[in-house]
């Protein structure tokens, strides 16, 4: 779970730079078993368009099964390749780097951290909320994996209930 929600981190940050632009720089994120926390720079709230935009980029490359390739490098050879790297001065000499690609690269980053084999085994990834965190600093929350299979059971449980005490069927 944590892996998938890791590799999901990388999927946001790669759609979020390709709607929004390349001035996103992700700022932080929290990977836990059930959810995953991305900050990210950027100056204005995320139109529910965008979000869209965002979350069906990163269901697009899950839906292709895209493969998550794990290389290692020199930093300085990373940097040259095209790999993004945003905390440059915590990176030892050599780095491991992730390139999530079917065909074209979708995502390249520096990380050290576990992730799926094919992005495939994260199943789907739901945005839950993006706020903002400070000035030009956001926030996504969101759910892959298991975490998104419960939030849809419990959405759709919750929605059976609310045509039932209305004494209809759910649309």
């Given at each position: 779970?944590?892996?998938?929600?890791?590799?999901?981190?990388?999927?946001?940050?790669?759609?979020?730079?390709?709607?929004?632009?390349?001035?996103?720089?992700?700022?932080?994120?929290?990977?836990?078993?059930?959810?995953?926390?991305?900050?990210?720079?950027?100056?204005?709230?995320?139109?529910?368009?965008?979000?869209?935009?965002?979350?069906?980029?990163?269901?697009?490359?899950?839906?292709?099964?895209?493969?998550?390739?794990?290389?290692?490098?020199?930093?300085?050879?990373?940097?040259?390749?095209?790999?993004?790297?945003?905390?440059?001065?915590?990176?030892?000499?050599?780095?491991?780097?992730?390139?999530?690609?079917?065909?074209?690269?979708?995502?390249?980053?520096?990380?050290?951290?576990?992730?799926?084999?094919?992005?495939?085994?994260?199943?789907?990834?739901?945005?839950?909320?993006?706020?903002?965190?400070?000035?030009?600093?956001?926030r996504i929350e969101a759910v892959s994996g298991r975490?998104?299979?419960?939030?849809?059971?419990?959405?759709?449980?919750?929605?059976?209930?609310?045509?039932?005490?209305?004494?209809?069927?759910?649309?």
């Open positions: 779970d944590t892996a998938r929600n890791h590799t999901a981190t990388h999927l946001l940050h790669a759609a979020l730079r390709q709607v929004l632009g390349n001035h996103v720089r992700q700022a932080g994120s929290l990977v836990a078993l059930d959810r995953l926390r991305f900050d990210f720079s950027h100056v204005e709230a995320l139109t529910p368009d965008e979000i869209e935009q965002v979350q069906w980029l990163v269901n697009e490359r899950i839906r292709q099964n895209a493969t998550v390739h794990k290389d290692e490098d020199s930093y300085q050879s990373a940097i040259e390749r095209g790999a993004l790297a945003f905390f440059g001065d915590r990176y030892d000499e050599r780095v491991r780097l992730i390139e999530i690609a079917n065909g074209a690269t979708f995502s390249f980053e520096v990380c050290g951290g576990t992730h799926v084999g094919h992005t495939g085994e994260l199943g789907a990834v739901y945005v839950l909320g993006e706020s903002s965190i400070g000035a030009n600093m956001r975490a998104a299979e419960k939030l849809v059971l419990e959405r759709f449980r919750r929605e059976d209930a609310v045509a039932a005490n209305l004494q209809t069927t759910p649309p």
